[in-house]
């Protein structure tokens, strides 16, 4: 057996940055040296079984060999080069098949490094596919509250405006144009007021907006909030009658995650833009994509600069679309559908008793997500401790208690899962709202 290296917690403390984490207080880290399958192991041999799939990113599972041999071959012939003026392999075969499996109508592919920037890209090819149409004053986005698409500037500014970092940031964050987040719920017909505020919103400043964002049936990072797929079919109807573009965020949704594909499908409409990333690759390395119409391209073509102005470093990395390569193989080839219906069914059976818990406000399940929220936000580092403690990694923030496994969990490894989520929540009876619980809108 290899003698593990101790981790220099004591150096991490002082010097590196961890997710919404502050630099002078920070919170404890656990030392993970391996994963495999469904089950991280920490640095003093523990292994957790993992109910986040690293922030909803590694769906089929940790040192999945498909994947890792597609990455180490890939590494052995070109692990990057740059992507202005010269083009590969892997990117084509990933755009391919990314373009195969989402709607008809989506035929550019542009790769980005990250969910965040796939979201900038998709709010700057709307802007630009407006200057093209000679409608430059259409600059602004719509979008709904308790939304969240990431943590650059420009993502920023669609996050939900009172969750979000909006005020921490000031004039600094584009004004954006809010209306209420969808209330209907999931697996119900639209309540008749629901797209009131957007129908108004778009009848009194469409002149102005370039497009619409929204993640479609589940908002994430914003209160895991699952809505109709009727709202979602009003929204694109309502976006073509008032001439504004429909950008879809699938980035927690995609690959299956609430049980169709897409969560678009749900509702059966297209998108103008769609951004894709974190199950992506498999959760194995940063890549993201924003995909659009032929329409938006010929928009931005017809823009004064007549063409795209985004270009990152490593945009199109050949080790990244090697490895999405492979996911998307696995997810074609494995039965994803039949994985994530299992684990719907058993989440939905499992973690009903939470609903008689005093601390308890409501329990849900959509696919592969199951949620506990609680009445009020919880102690994420004193509840990840309990977790740890009961041998899985779950982490919850603000008031939710929720895991996102990956497809390939077992059933007994769910339900090791599920009882820890109701022993944890079961010990909240009163409010437990420290400093410790930032309720900022993030996946921290
Ligand atoms: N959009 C959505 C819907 C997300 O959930 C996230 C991340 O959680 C992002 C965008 C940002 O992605 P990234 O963290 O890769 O920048």
């Known amino acids: 057996m290899t003698a593990i290296t101790p981790i220099d917690y004591e150096f991490d403390r002082q010097h590196i940055w961890h997710p919404y984490t502050s630099m002078t207080h920070a919170l404890p880290a656990f030392g993970v040296v391996s994963a495999d399958g469904c089950e991280l192991t920490l640095d003093n041999g523990k292994r957790l079984i993992d109910g986040t799939s690293s922030w909803w990113a590694c769906v089929h599972g940790y040192s999945h060999p498909y994947i890792v041999n597609a990455m180490q071959s890939q590494l052995q012939t070109l692990s ?3 992507f202005g003026g010269v083009t590969h392999h892997p990117a084509i075969e990933v755009s391919k098949k990314l373009l195969a499996m989402t709607s008809a109508n989506l035929t550019k592919v542009f790769l980005a490094d990250s969910g965040s920037i796939a979201v900038e890209v998709a709010m700057k090819m709307a802007l630009q596919y407006w ?4 409608q430059p004053n259409k600059q602004r986005i719509l979008t709904v509250k308790h939304g969240y698409h990431g943590d650059t500037f420009a993502a920023m500014s669609v996050c939900d ?29 639209l309540q008749p007021d629901d797209l009131n505020a957007m129908r108004q919103m778009l009848t009194n400043q469409h002149e102005s ?16 909030r699952f809505y109709s797929a009727d709202y979602l079919k009003a929204l694109r109807a309502l976006c073509d009658e008032f001439n504004v573009l429909l950008i879809l965020d699938e980035i927690a949704t995609g690959f299956g995650r609430t049980g169709k594909l897409f969560a678009y499908e749900h509702a059966s409409i297209e998108a103008d833009i769609l951004c894709v990333g974190k199950a992506l690759t498999g959760g194995y390395i940063s890549l993201a994509a924003t995909l659009c119409s032929d329409e938006v391209a010929q928009g931005i073509s017809d823009s004064p600069s007549g063409v795209f102005m985004h270009g990152p470093t490593f945009m199109g990395n050949p ?11 696995l997810i074609a080839t494995n039965d994803w559908q039949a994985q994530v219906a299992q684990i719907e069914a058993q989440m939905t059976t499992e973690l009903s008793p939470a609903t008689s818990l005093v601390g308890v406000k409501s329990v849900r399940v959509l696919g592969a ?22 041998g899985v ?3 919850p923030f603000a008031n939710l208690i929720y895991i996102m496994p990956p497809y390939s969990i077992s059933a007994t490894q769910l339900s090791q899962l599920t009882s820890a989520m109701l022993s944890v929540a079961s010990t909240i009876t009163a409010p437990t709202n420290t400093e410790a619980n930032k309720q900022f809108i993030s996946h921290g």
């Open 80 to 82: 990057h080069v740059m």
């Open 131 to 134: 200057q093209g149409r000679q």
């Open 161 to 189: 405006p009172e969750g979000g970092m909006h005020t921490m940031f000031g004039d600094a964050v584009t004004k954006q144009l809010f209306v209420d987040a969808p209330q209907t719920p999931f697996g119900e017909p």
């Open 209 to 224: 907006i370039a497009a619409v964002i929204i993640e479609p049936i589940m908002q994430g990072a914003g209160g895991m």
């Open 319 to 329: 080790l990244a679309c090697a490895a999405a390569s492979a996911s998307l193989d």
């Open 369 to 390: 997500v199951g949620v506990i929220e609680m009445h009020q936000a919880v102690n994420t580092a004193q509840l990840q401790q309990a977790f740890v403690d009961l």
């Open 393 to 395: 990694w779950v982490r």
